[in-house]
DNA sequence: GTAATTCCGACTGTTTTACTCGGATTTCTC
DNA sequence: GAGAAATCCGAGTAAAACAGTCGGAATTAC
């Protein structure tokens, strides 16, 4: 029930994209820098990020990456999904037509699992990354950037 | 980000626990039989629960388990913790004074932390055994009670 | 005394996590 | 054209978590 160090690092290493990819395309080496994240690890996210179309990247000498789409279209639920796949507590298979569940409609713990991750659900997908870059931007502005110690 | 077997079966081997022990107490023998659940296993999602206090062991031949307090003031959310743990999708560690996480409260991806873990906070501990064993109730005296090919 | 039961800790195979590594490919700059 | 700076890609690996099983001790009804 933990989001792994994917979804955790992946999130901040977007948002770190977002607040310096309005210039130029932003290197893995420079997200890795400023947020103390391996580039080999950093690859792996950011390739989920871009093969989901959050990011694109731009090959060669110079290159890197910025956002594939204006940021207050992208969700941290659309990030988390690229990052971790489906975000379900229970994936019930009772949404398919023949599945395994037979009884799925009768299922009482079904009623519970729904609840859950329409919550997650309903959480997730109206947080805009939009949101989070303007408060990370309020919070340099002041000096109050997060230091490197915070690891989520 | 998944709610293991622990949570799934745990929470089921309860419902029927409570549909059941109404007038004696329940083994897990019999409770083994109705979930599909091997005995070994329920062994130690059943003592979990009573460690959490959540259920009350009678010891010896016809002996079994009974809930420790009605089904209304059991939550989900109870249930869940004393099966899986925590059920914090992070666990921020900025909660405590001094913590590793210095720059806990600038941290903005904490905030979505926060927000994910209170929607599932909110979302399981409103959710009352008592309404399960009733909707069960229901479903069983129409004989629509879930087969056993349902697995969560 | 025996059978039915809870109680408990140790053990084990499988899967997932959290990475690293080596090298191929692309492109800018000189 | 050479070299450096990047992305791109698949394979590998140690550690942890998961999903159980197993053997046996303790308790109690009959």
Request: hydrophobic letters at 35%.
């Amino acid at each position: 029930m933990k989001l792994s160090t994917k979804g955790r690092y992946g999130l901040r290493a977007l948002i770190d994209l977002a607040l310096y990819s309005e210039e130029e395309a932003v290197s893995i080496q420079s997200i890795s820098n400023r947020q103390n994240i391996s580039v080999s690890y950093l690859e792996q996210l950011v390739a989920k990020l871009r093969k989901a179309g959050l990011v694109q990247s731009v090959r060669g000498a110079n290159g890197g990456y910025r956002l594939a789409k204006p940021s207050d279209e992208i969700s941290v639920g659309d990030i988390l999904r690229a990052l971790e796949g489906n975000l379900d507590a229970v994936t019930c298979s009772g949404n398919q037509e023949h599945s395994t569940c037979e009884g799925a409609d009768l299922c009482v713990t079904r009623f519970v699992w729904q609840r859950i991750n329409e919550s997650i659900t309903q959480a997730v997908d109206t947080m805009m990354l939009s949101q989070l870059v303007e408060e990370s931007r309020e919070l340099r502005d002041k000096g109050q950037i997060c230091n490197q110690k915070c690891e989520n």
